[in-house]
């Protein structure tokens, strides 16, 4: 017995038909669980990386800048990401310490119901969207040598 209307469509079909729906170029995985989309927005330009998690009912959505941090600023691109991450309400900035590499993570936990294209949408436009909104911060703090909290009270208010 199924209390939930559990669907029976594959999460990777959903993203698939999300993307189409909207017209979106993307390029899709040998293994078919995980789609790439590009984006250039006024300040950036980004990589969202979808990845479908079948077994455990999950879907992933990673957003990615072209910038990396150097390593001399890490630790202070990572107070700052510290920061904003406080005030987020959903999802989450990661700094790669070794390699510099920034994301923002979103996921969906459809255990137990359906992925619609609508939430596809939602978080592919909050992952760019966010990105968007914190890439100038985040430059700001490795090139122009602003500190952390002012940078993000800049942003946030």
């Known amino acids: 017995m199924e209390l939930f209307g559990t669907s029976t469509t594959s999460l990777y079909d959903t993203v698939v038909q999300a993307f189409m729906e909207a017209e979106l170029k993307f390029r899709t995985s ?19 990386f979808v990845k479908t998690r079948e077994d455990r009912r999950q879907v992933l959505f ?27 309400l959903v999802g989450n900035f990661e700094l790669d310490m070794d390699t510099g590499e920034i994301r923002y ?9 359906h992925l619609t294209p609508k939430m596809v949408h939602t978080h592919v436009t909050l992952n760019v969207g966010t990105l ?6 985040i430059l700001s ?9 002012a940078a993000i009270q800049k942003i946030e208010g």
């Not at 910038?67 to 990572?78: E, I, N």
């Not at 993570?105 to 119901?113: L, S």
């Not at 968007?132 to 911060?137: D, F, I």
């Not at 703090?141 to 909290?149: A, D, M, Q, R, S």
């Open 105 to 113: 993570k979103t996921c969906i936990d459809v255990d137990g119901g």
């Open 62 to 88: 990673f957003g990615y800048t072209d910038s990396k941090v150097p390593a001399d600023k890490r630790l202070t691109v990572a107070e700052l990401l510290t920061r904003a991450n406080f005030g987020i």
């Open 30 to 48: 040998n293994d078919q669980t995980i789609l790439q989309l590009g984006f250039t927005l006024e300040n950036g330009t980004y990589q969202v």
């Open 141 to 149: 703090v490795i090139y122009g040598g602003v500190e952390p909290k």
């Open 132 to 137: 968007n909104q914190y890439l100038p911060s």
